[in-house]
């Protein structure tokens, strides 16, 4: 039981990546917020784990609804100990001049600004409490980017770097800060990620990874467990690739 008494906020919380966090979170003894836009997903899920969760329908990209979520958790449950800042969004994958402004607005809200608001949010609570974790679903996508994807590849290279900076500033509160780079997953994403969606498609990103496949849910859902629990006590300012080899 890792994260025994420890209470969590994962964002994205109803299906892909977020859910298998959020699973995998509870099965080590966390109470869960489970955070998604998917107000449904999100009460079936909190229901599945029991009466150590709660679902929180939350827009990351509105502020007011990011700060009714951190709201939500500290009423429920009395403190907060980590936020995941995984809700993501994506173009579709294409030239980089059909992305319209819209779209452009919408990714680095979800991706980046989501990020700022949690922040505003979260750390104040965390001081008072004498530390927490902040740990945010970022991609190889900024480390090591596919063409087709410059407007997303970017707000992840954005959230590595205020990971870093984040965790610099904040490791005199016993704050620590981390990030995860999963490479592509079966998730709903990766349709977009690759434009259509082909078994050829599909063969072709799984043939850029060196071990062979996508990631899984549990995949991330473990590496995620392990950063922030008390066994990564010394460990801040990582990120985390986890992609069977595709940044290598």
């Known amino acids: 039981m890792r994260l025994k008494d420890k209470v969590a906020i994962v964002t994205g919380a109803a299906a892909?990546?977020?859910?298998?966090?959020?699973?995998?979170?509870?099965?080590?003894?966390?109470?869960?917020?489970?955070?998604?836009?998917?107000?449904?997903?999100?009460?079936?899920?909190?229901?599945?784990?029991?009466n150590d969760a709660i679902a929180v329908t939350t827009d990351v990209s509105q502020r007011?609804?990011?700060?009714?979520?951190?709201?939500?958790?500290?009423?429920?449950?009395?403190?907060v100990d980590i936020v995941v800042n995984n809700a993501g969004f994506t173009h579709r994958n294409g030239d980089l001049l059909s992305v319209d402004e819209a779209t452009f607005d919408l990714v680095t809200a979800v991706n980046m600004k989501?990020?700022?608001?949690?922040?505003?949010?979260?750390?104040p609570i965390m001081q008072g409490q004498g530390g927490?974790?902040?740990l945010t679903t970022a991609s190889t996508a900024g480390l090591r980017p596919r063409p087709g994807l410059t407007w997303y590849n970017a707000?992840?290279?954005?959230?590595?770097t205020a990971t870093k900076s984040m965790a610099v500033?904040?490791?005199?509160?016993?704050?620590?800060?981390?990030?995860?780079?999963?490479?592509?997953?079966?998730?709903?994403m990766l349709e977009r990620f690759m434009g259509s969606d082909t078994p050829e498609l599909r063969e072709k990103f799984r043939a850029?990874?060196?071990?062979?496949?996508?990631?899984?849910?549990?995949?991330?859902?473990?590496?995620?467990?392990?950063?922030?629990?008390?066994?990564?006590?010394?460990?801040?300012?990582?990120?985390?690739?986890?992609?069977?080899?595709?940044?290598?």
């Open 16 to 50: 892909g990546f977020g859910e298998g966090i959020a699973r995998r979170f509870a099965e080590e003894g966390a109470k869960v917020v489970v955070a998604d836009l998917n107000a449904r997903g999100a009460a079936e899920l909190a229901e599945e784990i029991g």
């Open 64 to 79: 007011a609804d990011v700060e009714q979520m951190v709201h939500a958790a500290k009423s429920a449950f009395d403190r």
């Open 114 to 123: 989501a990020i700022y608001y949690s922040t505003l949010a979260v750390v």
């Open 132 to 134: 927490g974790v902040i």
């Open 155 to 160: 707000s992840k290279g954005w959230a590595i």
């Open 169 to 188: 500033e904040l490791a005199a509160h016993n704050i620590r800060v981390n990030c995860l780079c999963p490479v592509a997953g079966d998730t709903a």
């Open 208 to 248: 850029s990874v060196p071990m062979g496949r996508l990631s899984t849910p549990l995949d991330i859902a473990n590496a995620a467990l392990w950063l922030v629990s008390d066994e990564a006590a010394f460990i801040t300012g990582v990120a985390l690739e986890v992609d069977g080899g595709r940044c290598i």
